[in-house]
T-cell receptor, first 112, second 114 residues
Framework: GQNIDQPTEMTATEGAIVQINCTYQ??????LFWYQQHAGEAPTFLSY????GLEEKGRFSSFLSRSKGYSYLLLKELQMKDSASYLC?????????????FGDGTTLTVKP | NAGVTQTPKFQVLKTGQSMTLQCAQD?????MSWYRQDPGMGLRLIHY???????DQGEVPNGYNVSRSTTEDFPLRLLSAAPSQTSVYFC?????????????FGPGTRLTVT
């Protein structure tokens, strides 16, 4: 089976930087997704990491360490609209991207 | 492109009733899947399909049926609704091959079973 862990809740201040961690234990790991989900809405894709290292996309960056079973999502220059749930999901080898296992999500609250 | 569409947006059922949640996509994606999301939790895979005529079970398939007669449509049927099936249901699609790995999600159907 797979085990994916994320903190349940985090709070940060507008303009600050926040790091949301995700650890996983799985066999046959292929890659890790991050999705953003605003309350009452559908998840939207943020990033997909296959190789070790940091990938940057504007204010958002995602890091992966395959050997440690660890990933994080880094959000810079936080804005109020970044208040949302952030889901990490693991994709296994020889499976389609859609057949991924999701963590329970981290609810981020950005305060003024 | 409308992307992934789902109907209805809201539904209330009584225990024992059956219904079908509709999902359609216009992106010619081979892969489609159904998830349920309970409060404060992530998405759990119910059923998925890698193409027309091919379906398979996910983590929590009991009480649900699917079919995939066309590339575009992937309906989810609740056979005999139970209160434990109260949840938000999301349909998603993605390409099977290629470099694009992201899933595109529909807006969700909020189902309450009383």
């Amino acid at each position: 089976g797979q085990n994916i862990d994320q903190p349940t809740e985090m709070t940060a201040t507008e303009g600050a930087i926040v790091q949301i961690n995700c650890t996983y234990q799985t066999s046959g790991f292929n890659g890790l997704f991050w999705y953003q989900q605003h309350a009452g809405e559908a998840p939207t894709f943020l990033s997909y990491n296959v190789l070790d290292g940091l990938e940057e996309k504007g204010r958002f960056s995602s890091f992966l360490s395959r050997s440690k079973g660890y990933s994080y999502l880094l959000l810079k220059e936080l804005q109020m609209k970044d208040s949302a749930s952030y889901l990490c999901a693991v994709r296994l080898h020889n499976t389609n991207a859609g057949k991924s296992t999701f963590g329970d999500g981290t609810t981020l609250t950005v305060k003024p | 492109n409308a992307g992934v569409t789902q109907t209805p947006k809201f539904q209330v059922l009584k225990t024992g009733q059956s219904m079908t949640l509709q999902c359609a996509q216009d992106m010619n994606h081979e892969y489609m899947s159904w998830y349920r999301q309970d409060p404060g939790m992530g998405l759990r895979l119910i059923h998925y399909s890698v193409g027309a005529g091919i379906t398979d079970q996910g983590e929590v398939p009991n009480g649900y049926n699917v079919s995939r007669s066309t590339t575009e449509d992937f309906p989810l049927r609740l056979l005999s609704a139970a209160p434990s099936q109260t949840s938000v249901y999301f349909c998603a699609s993605s390409l099977v091959s290629g470099s694009s790995h992201e899933q595109y999600f529909g807006p969700g159907t909020r189902l309450t079973v009383t």
